[in-house]
């Protein structure tokens, strides 16, 4: 659905707000479609005024003012010719050269495709450049709309209740090996750059891709009234890996969103016929004369709101140095009311002419299992209106209830004025292979009509409140407004808006109706009355017999029945017990085999060595361990489970690993995970005690490492780390030792799938351990790779592992070689910077290595301890092993040489700088002691023999 048709419908007031997300071009559809309606129904406004006599009414355009152009609209306060347009800036061009005309801005090359007024945004046709393959680079100015009231970015509202906002345009790049920069037009500074990389493989590489990158306008400050854009090749000298006779055009494209060329099929078409494939861009614009609302309603002949019936919206600076600081103000038709707010008649009282007030005999009431009641309804005569028109999409099963297309229909609720909804799951959205899709839901509360009760019942014709038994109750919608909505009276259910609707409810036949004695149904309520003999309150007590013989005899009876009852219940709680027992053995039993332990013994009785088998530990043990999983025991916390710290019997301390889901793909991790550190011996890999196998989510048992994780070291929030370079460079040394051991000295060789700072380990001694091995892999010593479905962490995933899903040993070696980066910067691999935007941390450090301005990137103590040697030798080291093609990364052998090479230096050169210390010392003491004698002129002259000076 188009932006522009999304009408003001009666659902508002928020009442709880998305718990998911979705991503895509579909999909932010959808999400953007959503957006816009929660706009037009919950935005609370600045009332612009209280009645006409503070409102400048008396705007009269010239008669020959054009009202279009083409099939566009005009809309004031946008115009054509003197006199009919609000300001400077606001003045339009419609250019006869064409069939249809062309609509532009001021006398601009802007082309105007449309106009959003409610929200302030002007659609235009989306500038666009094409890096030709024959050329290098190009500058250019994409938008130039300086010295007017227009802005590149979205549009912000400020009101009583805080800021909101539509519209936001991204810049969009399609091709391979390319970079777009933006250009701030003051600064003349590069404030955010969009890198196009492609696989080299494969005939894509010749081949316009999918958007390669793009980058969010909202997202950097610069100068929103200019884009200036550079786009360039890299040099293909230094990138090997680009194919000069494969080079493809490169596009760059501002758009919104909603009609951007998304895949290589529409950039292919957008290349050859220009914006001729009408993609649209957004620019947001206010009333810019004065500042805010308030300042705009002392001066009323200038005040753009003009109708008495509109409100004002403060629009926030970009750059405020106060909170309240503005810019000018925007006017939009208030609740309840349609049409142009810069005109005196422009807003009109939304009547309710199109209704229906009595639905149809032949409505359909059922889609699937849900039931629509009147006011919604499903075809034309059987809905109140347009705001309550639901589609039933029978070709899914069961049929599916929507609202706008768009929304999914969980629940109605009459009583309640209530509507839950959530976004439709289409199969056209396609991104089921990127994105897990997660349910998002809503409720709204919505009205019949902005008016009052009073009001509306002056006219009977319009009432809505059909049923005998209804009542009237007045609502309160955004920023004061009223509404009014409908409710079957106290003793009565049903559909208050049909005739005869609400029903008498038979109270006798209730669940929730207590009455101990005999029930008669009335209307609107019930009797409740004691039987003959009997008397008391029926309904708060109960009715007791007249004669004392039957309450003794009663009371009698009662202790028997309470003694017996006793007794059964202490057989019932030790036969209780007893069961409990057994089905507890029997359930530990169950998941003993479910979580395959006699493959894991069959596994652990293979190792000769006792000592360093792997024990499986029953959950008796384990709760011992725990003190029954105590939370003062807890270490850790992560997204998958918790880590507890345990004692065993033979005092062993241990951390003990509890994961929160129960998945089958969890179960064959933990597998997997067993499997692999049952195989392992070294001093640098964690050690696995055990595991627990009686419980539905299998426990491990590890060795406790009692100094947290190498990402707690070097990310601390308050205060610099305490790790030296030669710390650093030690933990670098022991985790490649240790990768290189899985990679090449194990039995069979290890491929760990996941190297990141955050599962190496530190001990008190600062010693690193490899841990977390749920998502390695084991590799034939035939192969060298293999092909399984992509894992790991954003900022350390092997770019050529995601591309292919080949996993190799040289994708532990990108990663470690992000951690190396991590040690020499301090930054986490996606890091804010000043301005707030993320950055990729191995991107970040390719490039400061390319502009040679690498030291800016190195954490402070790092540059105050090491020496210039080291660090263009562990950047070189970094450098390769980050390289995008894996045959140019090193093995993780050769990365634990080269970082003992530099250690070795660094110690030899230490001993050096100690042995001429001592020496200068000695020199010095000897020096000292002569000054202090008092010697013959012959010593002195011996003196001076040894010592010449």
Not at 477 to 496: I, Q, S, T, W
Request: proline share 3%.
């Amino acid at each position: 659905m188009r932006r522009d048709y999304v009408h003001t419908c009666y659902l508002c007031n928020i009442h709880s707000a998305f718990i998911g997300w979705r991503g895509a071009r579909d999909l932010a559809k959808t999400m953007e479609f959503i957006e816009v309606l929660l706009l037009l129904i919950t935005l609370t406004l600045v009332k612009g005024s209280a009645s006409s006599a503070n409102t400048n009414q008396n705007l009269i355009l010239p008669s020959n003012c054009p009202k279009a152009c083409g099939d566009i609209k005009i809309e004031y306060p946008f115009g054509i010719g003197n006199g009919c347009f609000y300001a400077a800036g606001f003045n339009l061009t419609c250019s006869s050269d064409s069939n249809p005309p062309r609509l532009f801005l001021r006398d601009s090359t802007i082309q105007v495709v449309g106009f959003y007024m409610k929200s302030g945004l002007v659609l235009i046709e989306s500038p666009y450049v094409i890096l030709d393959a024959d050329r290098e680079s190009i500058n250019t100015t994409l938008i130039n709309i300086t010295n007017s009231p227009f802005s590149i970015s979205s549009q912000t509202y400020r009101d009583s209740s805080g800021l909101r906002g539509t519209g936001g345009n991204n810049l969009y790049v399609g091709g391979c090996n390319a970079t777009a920069s933006i250009v701030d037009l003051i600064t003349n500074s590069i404030v955010a750059s969009c890198p196009s990389l492609c696989s080299s493989t494969n005939d894509d590489r010749i081949m316009i891709q999918n958007v390669s990158c793009q980058i969010s306008l909202d997202s950097f400050n610069f100068n929103k009234t200019s884009l200036i854009l550079q786009l360039s090749r890299p040099n293909e000298n230094e990138n090997n890996h680009t194919i000069n006779n494969g080079r493809s055009s490169i596009i760059s494209i501002v758009c919104d969103g909603w009609t951007c060329p998304s895949n290589k099929g529409e950039f292919q078409s957008f290349t050859k016929r220009g914006n001729k494939a009408r993609a649209e861009a957004s620019l947001s614009w206010h009333i810019s004369d004065r500042s805010s609302c308030k300042e705009a309603r002392n001066y009323l002949a200038t005040y753009a709101c003009r109708n008495s019936n509109s409100d004002c919206y403060d629009i926030p600076s970009p750059h405020p140095i106060h909170f309240d600081d503005t810019i000018g103000y925007i006017c939009q038709c208030s609740m309840g009311y349609y049409g142009n707010a810069y005109l005196p008649d422009g807003c009109q009282l939304d009547t309710d002419t199109n209704f229906t007030r009595i639905p149809a005999k032949d409505c359909p009431d059922k889609c699937g299992n849900m039931t629509v009641p009147f006011p919604f309804g499903l075809k034309e005569n059987c809905y109140r209106s347009r705001e309550f028109a639901l589609k039933c999409n029978e070709s899914t099963q069961p049929p599916t209830l929507l609202y706008q297309d768009q929304l999914k229909v969980n629940a109605i609720s009459l009583e309640d004025g209530q509507l839950e909804f959530s976004p439709y799951d289409q199969a056209v959205y396609g991104f089921e292979k990127y994105i897990t899709s997660q349910k998002t839901q809503e409720i709204y509360n919505w009205t019949v009509g902005y008016q009052t009760c009073d009001n509306v019942m002056k006219n009977k014709s319009t009432f809505a409140c059909l049923a005998r038994h209804s009542s009237c109750l007045d609502m309160s919608v955004p920023k004061n407004h009223k509404g009014y909505r409908c409710k079957c009276m106290d003793g009565y259910e049903g559909n208050p808006y049909i005739d005869n609707g609400c029903q008498d409810i038979d109270e006798c036949k209730s669940s929730s109706t207590v009455c101990k004695g005999i029930c008669v149904n009335t209307e609107e309520s019930f009797n409740c009355t004691c039987p003959l003999g009997t008397s008391e309150d029926p309904v708060h007590g109960a009715c007791i017999p007249n004669k004392k013989k039957i309450l003794l005899l009663g009371i009698s009876v009662g202790a028997g029945i309470g003694a017996g009852l006793l007794f059964l219940c202490i057989t019932l709680v030790i036969l209780s017990r007893k069961w409990k027992e057994r089905n507890q053995k029997k359930i530990r039993q169950r998941n003993f085999h479910k979580n395959h332990g006699l493959l894991l013994q069959q596994l652990i009785s293979a190792n000769e060595l006792v000592e360093e088998r792997t024990n499986i530990f029953s959950l008796e043990e384990i709760e011992k361990a725990t003190n029954n999983f105590d939370e003062t025991r807890i270490i850790g916390k992560g997204g998958h489970g918790i880590v507890y710290k345990g004692i065993l019997l033979d005092q062993r301390v241990v951390a003990i690993k509890k994961s929160k889901t129960i998945k089958k793909s969890e179960v064959d991790q933990f597998i997997n995970e067993v499997a692999i550190l049952s195989q392992i011996n070294h001093r640098n890999v964690v050690r696995l005690f055990g595991c627990c196998l009686e419980t539905e989510v299998p426990l491990l048992i590890y060795e406790f490492i009692s100094n947290g994780t190498l990402s707690d070291h070097l990310h601390i929030l308050q205060g610099e780390t305490k790790l030296s370079w030669d710390d650093r460079l030690k933990i670098a040394i022991e985790s490649a030792g240790a990768l290189a051991y899985l990679h090449s000295a194990a039995s069979i060789s290890i491929f760990h799938r996941d190297i990141k700072s955050s599962n190496i380990l530190l001990d008190d001694t600062l010693r690193a351990k490899v841990s977390d091995f749920g998502a390695s892999k084991f590799i034939p010593l035939d192969q060298t790779h293999i092909v399984t479905a992509i894992h790991g962490t954003f900022g350390y995933l092997d770019p050529e592992y995601y591309q292919t899903g080949r996993l190799t040993e040289k994708s532990d070696v990108y990663s470690f070689g992000v951690i190396l980066l991590e040690l020499l910067t301090g930054k986490k691999p996606i890091f804010l910077t000043n301005t707030g935007s993320q950055q990729n941390l191995a991107i970040n450090f390719l490039q400061t290595t390319r502009e040679k301005v690498l030291f800016k990137l190195i954490e402070d103590c790092i540059l105050q301890e090491a020496t210039e040697q080291e660090l263009l030798e562990i950047s070189n080291l970094i450098e390769m092993c980050l390289s995008l093609k894996g045959v140019q990364r090193p093995t993780m052998k050769e990365v634990e040489y080269k970082l003992q090479g530099l250690r070795k230096i660094k110690t030899r050169k230490n001993r050096l700088c100690i042995q001429e210390s001592n020496e200068e010392t000695e020199l010095a003491n000897q020096i000292n002691q002569a000054n202090s004698r008092n010697y013959s002129l012959e010593k002195e002259f011996m003196w001076s023999q040894n010592y010449p000076r």
